[in-house]
């Protein structure tokens, strides 16, 4: 368990410095509704680290952080000179096609590379863990300088957002430009650590959320740090339990985070009339999703007994049963027989696995003897696994067919049902309401 906290330890500081940051840019990308400029942004700064690569510089390296912070610099100048001549069709088309050309341009690069998919990879979704204390002292030098200059600034990045008075304001483009610059600083740093999906869910989730709580700055920048931290304990919690990949495992804790929150709004601190509006909307739209889904499940049943029907597997799970109860006695021995035997082997893996990732964390070196033989039981025991797995499949698509329709009819029956009992109901508030106003 210390293990565990000293290897995170540095990671979270990391990304509670990311969201200190960028929930604090992530709200004046939504004043300036400019929303997707940090994605653009974060593709050149990509852009400008593929293409140090590529030249035969080290990823990371000084030389690479030169190359993704120059090619933010001309993104930044682009969205300045292009904010007062995109009037017509809107900014955030500029900056569609800014993004769009920038991701164009780093597969082209990619394509030369001899390891274009692992770069890909990193480039979307970076390696937090990676984070060492040299790379968080650095990063903490350079948001501490543009949270200084945004300090000092304030006032000025806040009046260029206000309708009509950038247009009297001589110096307008000049903040723009040093907004840009400053945020284009930031992206570059973060996305050499967490990648273009985690620096955009730091930047607009935890703003997004303290802008549904209150329109004020100060009180949303608040609400933004505090539901960001959350989620970052949220997001390396489930990784390590999941044992996923810390970066995507985070975007979809950002995400989660977003819809508990926004659920939260709407349920408990709006007005009481909104509230009990929204509940009655919550429930009939729970109830009418549920509805759908085991309705179509229903349906995926008859139509297709031999496929995968995940919903039908999930309730067996929890309930402890399986389709043996329609197969014959031969047959089900058989389907235990080959569950037993690939859980077996499935952890036979997991052990192998779990030596190997060990290892690595004790600092111990592998011989190449050691880890070929690994590799090698890893491979033997996957593929019987995938035998006995197999054996599962056909004998769970034979149990499926026989059920198809004593339990895809009633199930598909019983949705129809409830979803014409719900819309009626539905109609009938509504003219219930309708009468009222006329009254």
């Known amino acids: 368990m210390s293990d565990l906290v000293a290897l995170l330890l540095t990671p979270f500081l990391a990304a509670c ?30 852009l400008g680290g593929t293409i140090a690569v590529a030249v035969g510089h080290a990823p990371g390296g000084a030389a690479g952080f030169g190359y993704a912070f120059a090619l933010t610099l001309l993104g930044a100048a682009l969205l300045t000179v292009t904010r007062r001549v995109s009037a017509q069709v809107g900014q955030e088309a500029v900056i569609g096609i800014l993004y769009v050309v920038a991701t ?4 082209l690069v990619v394509d030369r590379s001899p390891q274009g998919a692992e770069h890909v990879k990193r480039m979307l979704v970076g390696d937090i863990l990676t984070v060492n204390a040299s790379d968080l002292l650095k990063l903490a030098l350079i948001y501490a300088a543009v949270g200084a200059v945004h300090a000092l600034c304030r006032r000025h990045f806040l009046a260029t957002e206000e309708d009509g008075l950038q247009r009297r304001q001589s110096f307008t483009a000049l903040w723009d430009f040093l907004f840009y610059a400053t945020f284009g600083l930031v992206v570059t740093s973060s996305v050499a650590v967490a990648g273009v999906l985690l620096v955009f869910s730091f930047l607009i989730i935890p ?50 985070v977003l819809l508990v929150a926004a659920g939260a709004r709407a349920l408990f601190f709006a007005a009481p009339e909104a509230r009990r509006r929204n509940g009655r909307r919550a ?17 995926w049943l008859m139509a297709q007994p031999m496929a995968d029907q995940p919903l039908l597997a999930l309730v067996e799970n929890r309930l402890g049963t399986g389709p043996e109860r329609f197969l014959s006695e031969g047959e089900r021995r058989v389907y235990r027989e080959a569950a037993e035997t690939e859980r ?12 190997e990732r060990n290892a690595r964390w004790r600092g111990d070196v592998l011989r ?33 067919s026989r059920e198809r329709w004593i339990v895809g009819i009633p199930m598909t029956a019983l949705c129809v049902l409830g979803l014409l009992l719900l819309f009626r109901t539905r109609r009938m508030g509504v003219r219930a309401v309708r009468s009222g106003w006329n009254r």
């Open 17 to 46: 410095l990311f969201v200190g940051i960028h929930t604090w840019l992530g709200l004046q990308v939504l004043r300036r509704k400019v929303v997707f400029a940090d994605l653009a942004l974060a593709q050149l700064s990509a």
């Open 104 to 107: 164009a341009a780093a597969v």
């Open 207 to 256: 703003a997004v959320i303290g802008s549904l709580f209150s329109a004020r700055i100060s009180v949303a920048l608040g609400v933004g740090w505090g539901t960001g931290i959350a989620a970052s304990v949220l997001g390396f919690a489930a990784s390590v339990a999941l044992d996923a990949p810390t970066g995507a495992t985070m975007v979809v804790a950002f995400a989660s």
């Open 283 to 299: 429930a009939v739209s729970v109830a009418t999703a549920l509805l759908a889904v085991v309705g179509a499940q229903g349906v």
């Open 344 to 355: 077996g082997h499935r952890a036979e893996v997991e052990r192998l696995v779990g030596m």
């Open 368 to 400: 190449e003897e050691e880890l070929r033989r690994i590799s090698s039981f890893q491979q033997t025991f996957n593929e019987m696994g995938r035998g006995e797995r197999f054996v599962q499949d056909h004998l769970r698509g034979l149990a499926r």
